[in-house]
């Protein structure tokens, strides 16, 4: 059946749930790169599809606001979810990245490789002695979530706390980590209110776990502190100010979310990309120099984050269709990664893709992602070792995939390890 514009949903998680609709985003990108989509919740928004308009809006802060939040969602789910850097705009948002930027920079990040490889070698270690193992719970998660509750101060022993907490928020909509069922799209007023209702009480419960565990760990700061976020954070000001509670929770929530939930499937959607392009594993095994140019084809090929939100502040346009003061604009950087007009066979998984400007970490400006370097750095340590020891990695049984329009995540992907000939 021929898809036509008027069939296009990109609200429904059904839509992604077998993996991203490319057919979709290439069908905007020819007929309607500026489209407006209806929303039975808040009226309707802009879906931005091409690299170029990308760029321009990711640019334009003034115009485009972050601070209205940065998912399709109207609403807030919890108190200190505006107060997020990722939910600011210059020049507050540039004082708050400032605060904990130095410890991201790509040279201070570089020192954390020894430490990091041993992780990814420990759980290399494990997984290959099973034979067997879910390669997203045992190896792709749980690489960001030891490297991200490092930063942060989070004890060992409590970073699943992180994984459980990120998964409800970010995939509040997916029986399995958030516990709604959606088993038909609402169609009335009241149930369009009832199942919002449901999704504030998944992510405000997750949000409030956080805040009481944050609040015990500053409680521990404070008598011993120590080099992590957290103290830095307690301690913090800005514009002579100490940071509020709300607003050292909104930084850990954001941090913890974000330094494991994009990571973890980058790792485990590059692994899936590859063993369905074995010619381009091949290709890495044979020369393991090429694999920080094959993580940059991951990023595109992947997008781990699909698309974020801004706000109109004023009335503009974008390709000539006028834009009004308070639209809803989504870049769709899933789609953008793969424009016809800025990759050559854009749908193709090539490791050796050079050049490769893709936007998985933003399409540039303020926001562009404050973790990217660490994100390469774990995801390259990772495939360096993988690629690197005599076993053969193979899917065997089905690659399980988040029930989200916002995160392009694997929940389960069994692999075996098979010992290669000499």
């Known amino acids: 059946m021929t898809l036509r514009l008027q069939d296009v949903d990109l609200l429904d998680g059904e839509t992604f749930v077998h993996g991203p609709p490319h057919h979709i985003f290439k069908l905007l990108r020819q007929e309607a790169p500026v489209f407006w989509h209806p929303d039975p919740e808040g009226g309707g928004f802009w879906v931005l599809t091409k690299y170029d308009d990308l760029v321009q809006v990711s640019m334009d802060t003034a115009t485009f606001s972050s601070a209205k939040g940065i998912t399709l969602a109207t609403l807030e789910f919890f108190p200190s979810q505006n107060l997020m850097m990722i939910t600011t705009d210059p020049p507050r948002h540039t004082k708050l990245r400032r605060l904990v930027s130095t410890g991201f920079t790509p040279r201070m990040v570089n020192r954390l490789e020894p430490d990091v490889r041993r992780m990814v070698n420990d759980l290399l270690d494990s997984a290959i002695a099973k034979g067997e193992c879910d390669f997203v719970t045992e190896v792709a998660a749980e690489l960001p979530l030891q490297v991200i509750a490092r930063f942060l101060g989070v004890p060992h022993e409590d970073r699943h706390k992180i994984f459980q907490w990120s998964n409800k928020i970010l995939g509040a909509g997916d029986p399995e980590y958030g516990g709604i069922v959606i088993e038909k799209p609402p169609e009335t007023e009241e149930e369009v209110q009832a199942l919002i209702e449901q999704f504030r009480r998944v ?103 699909m698309y974020m939100r801004r706000t109109v502040t004023r009335d503009t346009e974008v390709r000539g269709v006028p834009m009004k003061a308070g639209d809803r604009v989504s870049l769709w950087y899933i789609s953008a990664n793969r424009d016809e007009d800025v990759f050559r066979d854009p749908d193709a998984f090539i490791v050796t893709r050079q050049p490769n400007d893709h936007v998985a970490f933003g399409a540039g400006g303020p926001h562009f992602c404050l973790g990217a370097a660490l994100a390469r750095l774990e995801a390259r340590v990772l495939f360096e070792e993988l690629l690197s020891r005599p076993y053969d990695v193979e899917v065997v049984g089905p690659v399980e995939r988040m029930r989200s329009n916002f995160i392009n995540g694997i929940k389960h992907m069994p692999v075996r390890f098979r010992r290669r000939p000499r």
Not at 224 to 252: C, I, M, N, W
């Open 203 to 305: 992510i405000a419960g997750a949000a409030m776990e956080m805040a009481a565990y944050l609040n015990r760990l500053e409680e521990e700061r404070l008598r011993e502190p120590r080099e992590d976020l957290v103290t830095t954070y307690l301690h913090a000001e800005v514009d002579g100010e100490k940071l509020s509670t709300l607003e050292r929770h909104a930084q850990f929530v954001l941090l913890s979310v974000a330094g494991n939930e994009t990571t973890r499937n980058l790792i485990s959607g590059g692994l899936l990309a590859l063993t369905e392009h074995p010619e381009q594993m091949e290709l890495l095994r044979s020369d393991l120099s090429l694999v920080p140019t094959a993580v940059e084809e991951m990023l595109r090929y992947v997008s781990p984050v």
